[in-house]
């Protein structure tokens, strides 16, 4: 079981309290403009709590991977921008992220006002967890407050060193995430289905593995499914394959646990307008690639998540960005939304396919996370959940 976290309820707050927020405001930029916002409004019911009780707000993030530089293509601007609409006031966005300039700003904010840093991933002491970067940072705050789920599983600066010296708790979509995740692995009701794609099967072993402790059936769909055929001695054509991952997926497979596509979609080419045909997933002829499953597979894998009573599913089943090759996600979107289960959906791209298709509200909880979620599910904790238990017995301890 994933062990609980500190709430927003058991910190020392009073008027004027500055909270340094850590969020993750790591949005799909498209041409300088945000293409989904889900990060940003998920992180506003721990906003709002927070300028209800009159704190003062010092938000941080980061976006994209900088890797310790300045980048103005990774600018939190834009972030800034939208969450003043969201929140129908000025977000001023410090030009600096933990400097002196930060500072002034902090001290000028007035009860219930909310100021973003710029991304943390401009200094390098962010990744490498820099203690001295750390406590610049922690100086932005008297608590601490972590909502960024989907970097919980990176032990950088800003999520694991303001537990070291703040009291710290978990904003309410951390928390939430935390408890959605941990019921599928204490207790679905049963049958459990997890539906899994992506790319690479090496990416996902650990979580694979993971789960087949607790599911009832993973359904297989995404170019790792290919590396599966060729497990069972199927005709792959060029369809992506890890050959070094065979072996395991043999004994995977050997669980009868593990359903795998029946038919797909093989293409000529990875493009909108290159010729494509609908073939045996066992005989995919030489020069054509796997690109989505097929009508079969994915009436299949519906009719399983209909009968089941929780699902989760993590990543598209085949290129859905491509329009001719999204068949596959769609009908497992629909699938998930229309099922009376439980259902969670995680990650990156299966996230953004259900809002894509306006699915997001017929499903129970569309996480924010994907690597953190998965990371979740494989180690059943993660180093940004420790540190917040870690703050929350080293403040019990002072008090004693
Ligand atoms: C994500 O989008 O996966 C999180 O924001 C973490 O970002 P990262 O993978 O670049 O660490
Ligand atoms: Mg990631």
Not at 120 to 137: K, Q, Y
Not at 156 to 176: E, F, W
Not at 251 to 264: F, M, Y
Not at 295 to 310: F, I, K, Q, R
């Amino acid at each position: 079981m994933v062990e609980p976290v500190p709430r927003l309820e058991s910190l020392p707050l009073e008027k004027c309290t500055s909270v340094l927020l850590r969020a993750d405001f790591n949005v799909p930029l498209r041409d300088g403009k945000i293409d989904d916002d889900l990060r940003i409004t998920a992180a506003l019911p721990t906003i709002d709590w927070l300028r209800e009780r009159e704190c003062r707000i010092v938000a941080c993030s980061h976006l994209g991977r900088p890797r310790g530089k300045v980048d103005p293509k990774y600018s939190l601007a834009p972030v800034a921008e939208r969450l003043g609409e969201l929140l129908g006031t000025e977000v001023p966005l410090s030009s600096g992220v933990a400097d002196f300039g930060s500072v002034t700003r902090m001290q000028e904010l007035g009860a219930g006002e909310v100021m973003l840093l710029e991304n943390l991933r401009f200094e390098p002491g962010e990744e490498a967890n820099d203690p001295a970067f750390a406590t610049n940072l922690s100086g932005l705050g008297d608590v601490y407050v972590d909502d960024a789920f989907g970097a919980a599983h990176r032990a950088h600066a800003s999520i694991v060193g303001p537990p070291r010296v703040l009291p710290s708790a978990a904003g309410r979509l951390l928390a939430r995430e935390v408890e959605v995740l941990s019921t599928l692995l204490d207790a679905p009701k049963h049958p459990f289905v997890v539906v899994l794609g992506g790319v690479k099967v090496s990416d996902k072993l650990g979580v694979i593995d993971a789960l087949l402790d607790h599911c009832d059936q993973l359904l297989i769909g995404g170019a790792m499914a290919f590396t599966f055929l060729a497990a069972e001695g199927g005709e792959i054509g060029d369809s992506l394959v890890e050959v070094d991952q065979v072996e395991h997926c043999k004994r995977l497979l050997a669980t009868g646990k593990v359903q795998i596509p029946t038919d797909v979609v093989a293409a000529a080419d990875i493009r909108e307008d290159a010729p494509a045909r609908h073939v045996s997933a066992r005989a995919i002829p030489a020069g054509w690639k796997g690109v989505d499953v097929g009508p079969e597979t994915a009436a299949n894998y519906a009719d399983v998540v209909a009968g089941s009573a929780t699902v989760l599913w993590n990543g598209p089943m085949g290129i859905f960005e491509i329009a001719p090759f999204a068949a596959g996600t769609r009908t497992v979107a629909e699938a998930v939304a229309d099922s009376r289960a439980f259902t969670v959906v995680g990650g990156g791209d299966s996230a953004a396919a259900v809002r894509e298709m306006g699915l997001a509200e017929r499903v129970d909880h569309v996480s924010t996370g994907g690597g953190a979620a998965l990371e979740l599910i494989e180690f059943g904790d993660l180093p940004g959940l420790q540190a917040l238990r870690a703050s929350q017995a080293q403040i019990r301890g002072h008090g004693q």
